[in-house]
């Protein structure tokens, strides 16, 4: 039949779920590093049972185990001979994943590259670097964010501050009338664009409008039992380590980051990582975008 391809995102949803367990279930043959290497090494040549027992130094229960279940998935070819082989289908299924591990990787440097250029233009237009003071060492602390649940309210906006007002709306009628907001140690607001505003590179400026908005995003950390409605998005966030700066005003937010950008920069110890940026409002409930505090955390990992 050759390859195919879904004529629309439409043809692809309705083919998904109409085949849910199925797909499943192939993932499954996918989900072990065993069987992910069992198809690397089938990959160039055809090999024997006693072959890949050597080459992998696995136990023989192990390693039979394994390739039956990719026997049985038919992503690989058992001969009578006791040699194995790599079957088309496993071989399409491989490459595709590796090709879809690959381009996230991709992406996932450009959206850190992008992150980079964003503060560095930022510093060129709203600073002087010839100007600034010396940074006190207590400015800046080593964090490890743990693991968090969160309930999660993003918004689109089409002018500056548009989006988050709009997602902190969301936030707030949904999380104050449950009382989350009075305990701020225990429900911890976290906030970031999502996405970031369309940067023009020839007039060294941000583009937002109507056919050019920005996001943004709000958490609220949850205990794992805390039953959400089924519209509202729950995320469970990894934990990462992050560069912490506080700050008092909206209005000194981009100074913050400017600082926080110029320790990592000249740091020996840390680099930039890969995880989110967060400001975490510590007085949500404050209005006067004077007077919130926040604390800035600027994802870093050790060099």
């Not at 390859?3 to 499954?28: C, D, G, Q, R, Y």
């Not at 050019?212 to 380590?241: C, H, M, Q, R, S």
């Amino acid at each position: 039949m050759g390859k195919m391809s879904f004529s629309s995102k439409e043809a692809l949803k309705l083919f998904v779920l109409e085949s849910l367990e199925e797909i499943a279930n192939l993932h499954k043959a996918l989900d072990h590093p065993t069987r992910l290497e069992i198809l690397a090494r089938l990959l160039v040549e055809d090999k024997e049972f006693k072959d890949l027992l050597e080459e992998m130094d696995i136990q023989k229960t192990t390693l039979a185990n394994h390739l039956n279940m990719l026997v049985d998935y038919a992503l690989v070819e058992r001969e009578n001979r006791g040699c194995y082989r790599i079957s088309v289908d496993g071989e399409d299924l491989f490459q595709a994943s590796a090709k879809v591990f690959l381009d996230m990787k991709v992406r996932e440097q450009e959206r850190q590259e992008a992150l980079r250029m964003r503060y560095e233009t930022l510093i060129k237009k709203y600073t002087v670097i010839g100007s600034e003071k010396e940074m006190a060492k207590d400015e800046f602390r080593i964090v490890k964010l743990p693991a968090m649940r969160v309930a999660s309210f993003h918004a689109m906006g089409e002018f500056l501050g548009d989006p988050e007002t709009k997602a902190g709306k969301k936030i707030y009628e949904w999380a104050n009338p449950k009382g989350l907001y009075e305990n701020k140690e225990k429900h911890r607001v976290f906030g970031f664009n999502n996405p970031d505003p369309k940067f023009d590179h020839d007039k060294g400026e941000f583009i937002v409008s109507k056919e050019n908005p920005y996001g943004y995003e709000f958490w609220i950390t949850i205990d794992e039992d805390f039953e959400v409605e089924n519209e509202i998005a729950v995320k469970n966030i990894p934990e990462g380590l992050h560069v912490v700066k506080s700050c008092a005003g909206v209005h000194n937010l981009g100074d913050a980051w400017k600082e926080l950008y110029k320790w990592i920069k000249n740091n020996d110890k840390y680099e930039f990582g890969n995880h989110q940026c967060l400001e975490q409002a510590l007085n949500p409930m404050e209005q006067d975008g004077n007077k919130i505090s926040f604390d800035l955390y600027f994802p870093i990992a050790g060099k």
